[in-house]
């Protein structure tokens, strides 16, 4: 069963951290509501860039190519993931598990060699 | 008693953002809310003693799949006056999903209760080993019992890579010229210059 005392530390650490990311956003709110003069207008909401009104929408439509930079990022972060438990249990495992390992990784080396000579890793 | 605590506020945040993904109206707002909802997911592993889960929540889900997410919502071009123009289209068709999904689930649930569905005997195979850590346990089943799915789990990966490449990728011509390092490096000082001796009033040719 997990030890879960050694987590105690994170948990204060995120209990600290929530405490003063909040206080950092709402003291400056509160305190800016009872000192300053709080009339919100319409020309005042509205968005500018160096005191210009924004030509267009903030959010462009993206480049096909950074979804495939990203799913191909997906796939080894999981490869990279079944590592850790393969490298701990090794010794229960044997040379089974060695070689499974080496066989998924041989896979995942076919992918790779695709990737690299259709150039999907090139970004010209 | 923080453990109690402690599974409470995640479990509160856990269905809070959860709420929130499907009711903000930016589809941007909503990824950011899921990756909040992954991170007490896996706040809510480690209180029921999956650390190895967790940590792959944060990782895996956190780290690359809600940055897909994100690339797909900003990929899309998003009309938020044609999204709201098209509920009342849409709504017979929504409707009907939905009640599609709660009639299988009442399905399922039902079988399952009637006791028709069988999940399994529980044979004790895939308890943690006796005395080791939860990450031992999960390395020893999945590369020992249970090897060959975990080696078709990287054919998927494979055919996810392919596919991929396939879908998105356009060859694009070779607009500026590639370097050739093995080139650069083979070429010699004298490829590159030649010595000679013009005689007066004539030129050299090149």
């Known amino acids: ?124 | 008693m923080i453990h109690t605590i402690a599974f409470y506020i995640f479990a509160a945040m856990v269905i809070a953002s959860g709420a929130l993904v499907i009711t903000a109206r930016n589809p941007v707002h909503s990824v950011l809310w899921l990756i909040l909802a992954f991170f007490n997911a896996a706040g809510l592993m480690v209180l029921v003693g999956a650390e190895f889960i967790a940590m792959l929540l944060v990782i895996v889900y956190v780290g690359a799949v809600a940055v897909l997410f994100l690339f797909v919502v900003m990929m899309l071009e998003i009309d938020f006056a044609e999204m709201r123009a098209g509920f009342v289209k849409y709504f017979p068709l929504g409707v009907l999903l939905a009640l599609i999904l709660v009639s299988e689930m009442i399905l399922g649930i039902g079988a399952y209760s009637a006791g028709s569905m069988h999940l399994g005997t529980a044979d004790g195979v895939g308890t943690p080993l006796m005395g080791e850590s939860n990450i031992r346990s999960i390395g020893a089943l999945l590369y020992g019992r249970y090897l060959f799915l975990f080696e078709s789990a990287g054919l998927v990966l494979l055919v996810a890579m392919v596919g991929a490449i396939v879908l998105t990728h356009r060859e694009r011509g070779t607009v500026r010229g590639h370097q050739n390092i093995n080139k650069q490096v083979r070429r010699r000082p004298g490829d590159a210059t030649v010595n000679t001796r013009p005689e007066v009033g004539k030129g050299i040719e090149l």
């Open chain 1, 1 to 124: 069963m997990v030890d879960l005392t050694q987590y105690l530390p994170i948990l204060i650490f995120l209990v600290i951290a929530l405490g003063l990311s909040g206080l950092f956003v709402f003291l400056p709110m509160g305190v800016s509501r009872l000192t300053g003069a709080h009339k919100p207008s319409k020309d005042k909401l509205a968005e500018y860039e160096c005191g210009f009104p924004a030509f267009e929408d903030s959010r462009h439509q993206f480049d096909v190519r950074f979804y495939l930079v990203a799913i191909l990022f997906i796939i080894f972060d999981l490869e990279a993931a079944f590592l850790f438990p393969w490298a701990v249990s090794l010794d229960l495992t044997g040379w089974a598990g060695w070689i499974t390992m080496m066989v998924f990784l041989g896979e995942l080396l076919i992918g790779f060699a695709y990737a690299w000579k259709k150039g999907a890793l090139e970004w010209e």
